[in-house]
């Protein structure tokens, strides 16, 4: 059986993550402008992470109140193939953004609740998703899928009664945060003013991907997220973990 690893996106083949993020970033383009040559954000969370993303890798530039296409729909794919790393954005953050928007028209189904179900999507999402084995042949999520439902539907986490693999797969990464988390984040967690609401620039607003802290590399691919509900899990269950002294708080 797959287990959660936080190392996970960083055992993919370079050829398989291109192809999977190309794929991500095309259906994330057709998705939000549905054909035409520029979408509005509404200033909403979801659009404006969009619109983020295709900037980032010069698909688009921005509107005042959302992005444009900044090159014909037919130069993209070359013009993908054609970027550096470094002007790639990162994995996570594409799927981020893939499955929000597919969430938001109900393209991509799936229970978080209920880890044995297999996710229905889209053919170009789902291709992208299974070229990073984030989902089976057969359509059953992998642990590491789990989180992205987490942080797209953060707050159907029940912490009083959690299903036991989603709460292991959390615990895990709570556990490998605090294990690897940088000093201004321990501070954070350590200090008896902040509240699990209180996360700003230490998890995913920062460098911080599902369990694992983005390498020096990593760091200027980021997009800037906000609004994500894996957060206040994470840190709500670093605090029990470390009250219940399962966690070190010297290390």
Known sequence: MDQFDENFFKKIPEKDE???VDALLIYSLETVTQGDQQFEHYFSTMWE?????LVHCEICTFTNTGAKLRI??????????KLPRSARPLMEDCVIVALSLSSHY??????????????????????????????SSSNRAHPNFIPFFLNEYGFEFDEEDPNPAI??????MAKTTWENA?????????DPQSTTLMYDGVLSSGYWRFGRWLDP???????DLFNCGIDWIIVSEIKKMLSRQELDVLQ
């Open 18 to 20: 291109r192809e999977a």
């Open 49 to 53: 992470i969009a619109a983020q993303l």
């Open 72 to 81: 014909s729909r037919e130069k993209i794919p070359p013009h993908l193939k």
């Open 106 to 135: 109900s393209y991509c189904l799936y229970d978080p609740t209920d880890v044995s179900q297999t996710v229905e999507c889209e053919p170009n999402f789902e291709f992208a998703l299974k070229k990073l084995g984030l989902i």
């Open 167 to 172: 709460l292991k797969i959390v615990r895990n």
């Open 182 to 190: 940088p000093q201004k984040f321990r501070d954070y967690i350590l």
């Open 217 to 223: 590399e990593e760091m200027p691919r980021r997009i």
